[in-house]
């Protein structure tokens, strides 16, 4: 029985897959300031025509194109793993495996899309990216996929996990990429934020804003704004990690996993791995797939499913998702990749219908999960990744208490080894539970009242 | 063509390569402090028996315990890789090949070893062991293998390395182990060199003495030392490393490599690669074998063959070795596992022989080099490997001078994602070149005056 369970390069999927393609209900569309549907030509300041035309696509495969792949191969295909040392420890007949997407040189999921971005940037004559990052893991994915190709990168990174995670920094640089503490003093809304609240944590809102910002003020016409997280397009690239999965259970006999798990911060490392899985599941199969968030930012288990900007400053589009409002600002918990206020809406339209089963837990316990995982499997994984990990130990003992010899996959997101921080804190005492008051939940999503309010029409199939 | 080549489990070699079976002159005993050949006996408070069996062994090949095998599972077989996008770069026709040891979950080669010890130590029932660890790759492999075998651990850590490095230690503490700077305030040794030396940066010699000190004087005979390199069972250990290469070259249809790079700070990565070639150049292959070291530590290259003491207290036996002088205190360059006085005596035997190449590197070379791999093949490689990298580039770019299509193999022994303080320096400019003045060098090996000399006779095949 073999522990890792490996693709060859040849095997790597030619084409990404697109729920938007099966969804029962369909999206909704953004919404301009006017609250009418906005057009492709509105976010053409934003970003390039190419990923713009990805963004609204409706095709269910698009095709990698090559230059891509010739990237990717540096880790990809990425290893499906068996987690036989956590089952042991467990005593669980549940079969864990986890599809291990922190073989990339930046250690997680992120530069499925960042490889994806910089090159239909490049392709489109742009020659500056911008973008922001809550723990580090997307900035430096976008830092390293711009160096590949040869683009500028300036990176606005969340002032709490800049100061956590210094390393991530230098890792930005080691690829070319500059990158600053946000809010910073570099905008015009990251002065007007720092002024009213000097000691903010900042949060990826307030990010989002300032390097959108930087984009739409450059005149030339040749910089352009990257999300790693929540877009259409962001899915569609991170579909490539559920599309290897497959083709990996299938290598071991397993025609179907019972249980598929993700941490949901913007909803990419969790929709990479599950939306071929929903693919499956409306057409009939019998999955329960489940988006992992923190008790600290709640979004789709608590938020409410509304029209909302991606961002603090209300420069994006309204986006039909799950949201806990868009001035809100998490507490400072470790993992700051699941710092969001919304989620992407391809996984919010998914929740709605009824297909996902979502879950959130406390810090503290995603820690002890982390620690179970270093003690067995014996890597030291992503804060984000701990919730993923968290969910699965859940699971994985109920299947023990039910006697069920269930499949679980889930995605490894990420290593922790640049977030150490947070382990040092749990091993002292030092690591606090957060947890949303009610209150505070009603104050934070009251920037809701005025906006226009999306369908929630569903199927009714499950 | 295929980037990544990679080994299923059942093809992970199940014994170990002594290369002291081959030596074409046989390696020169350990001396005591009376200058006879130590008996086994004599490290019996230091090491536990079955440790020095395979310390004397001169087997050819020792069978792998299958505990040990269900550890190295976790990320054995380890991939061989094809540098093509470097070779891309270079425009060069060698084609390189690298072992990534970086993939075990403390990112180094040295757990291959670790698990060993701490199995050993655990069969003879020991409950304690103590290391030196110098940019904390040793040290915080070490820590994952006591934690799965459930024994305490406790780690002396060189305290340049500490500083520059906090993160070593909050992984090794995440795995259960106690990791101290050294020199400490635990020790007599270290109380001692701390009064006459506030402010050393410290050295592996140091650190070896206060571990060792803190195993003899545990008087339950429940706590053993553990070396991480330079000594005969660590090399053997580690030759899993080149065993698993020399079958991966044989499925890209490589006979056998033109040019073996390793790093060498103790040796152990280098060996691990080079020995079984090492066996094929005594049996008439055509091989060159370099192990790379620093300007700021030149141990083989302008070191004196003496025997000399692995510490700086002079509490190890004495070795026939290349050494700078078991006092010396190279300058605190940022591949802290470079950072010895000494090296493996298989190794210097081999460069007695004649069998190997040595070279120097200059610290700003290092880091160029590693500069040139994160930009081309995506990585970032830690300040030690950036040493291998160095001298492939260099032997790649005569490659294409020559118009030679040779094939380099060199071992990728850990990923930088913990030490880029060193690439923070690079970027601004800070770092600085070091190389050991012509009279430090004397004064440094002056201590071995009065010792015994080895023999330095060969068999002249070389």
Known sequence: MDRKILLNEKDIPKRWYNLAADLPTPLQPPLGPDGKPITPDMLAPVFPMNIIEQEVST????????????ILYRWRPAPLR??????????TPAKIYYKDESTSPPGSHKPNTAVAQ??????????????????????????????LFDLKCKVYMVRISFDQKPFRKI???????KCVASPSNETEIGRKILKEMPDTPGALGIAISEAIEETVRDTTGKTRY?????????????????????????????????????????????????????QDKINGENIEIIPVEPKACPTITRGEFAYDHGDTACMTPLLAMHTLGHAFVPEPIHAGGLRY?????????????????????????????????????????????????????????????????????????????????????????KLHDYELPEEALKKSTSVLDGLPKPSTEKSGKW
């Open 226 to 278: 990257s999300l790693g997280s929540v877009l259409n397009h962001v899915m569609l690239h991170q579909s490539i990690i559920g599309l290897e999965a497959k083709k990996q259970l299938e290598m071991v006999g397993v025609k179907k996993p019972d249980i598929v798990i993700g941490c949901a911060g913007g909803g990419s490392n969790f929709a990479g791995l599950a939306f071929p899985f929903v």
């Open 341 to 429: 206020h919304g989620m992407a809406p391809l996984v919010c339209q998914a929740v709605v219908e009824g297909l996902m089963n979502p879950k959130s837990y406390h810090q503290l316990k995603c820690y002890e999960s982390a620690m179970i995982w270093a003690k067995t499997e014996g890597f030291i994984c992503a804060p984000e990744t701990s919730h993923a990990i968290a969910a699965t130990i859940e699971e994985a003992i109920k299947a023990r208490e039910e006697g069920k010899e269930k499949v679980i996959i889930f995605n490894y997101s990420g290593h922790g080894l640049m977030d150490l921080t947070g382990y040092d804190a749990y091993i002292n005492g």
């Open 118 to 147: 910089a090159y239909y940037n490049k392709e489109f004559g742009i020659k500056k990216i911008t973008t922001e990052t809550g723990a580090g893991q997307w900035g430096s994915a976008l830092a390293f996929a711009c160096q």
């Open 59 to 70: 095709e269910r495969w698009i095709d990698i194109p090559e230059p891509i792949l010739d």
């Open 82 to 91: 068996r987690a036989v040392y956590l089952e042991r420890f467990l005593k």
């Open 171 to 177: 890792m930005m640089e080691t690829w070319g990429a």
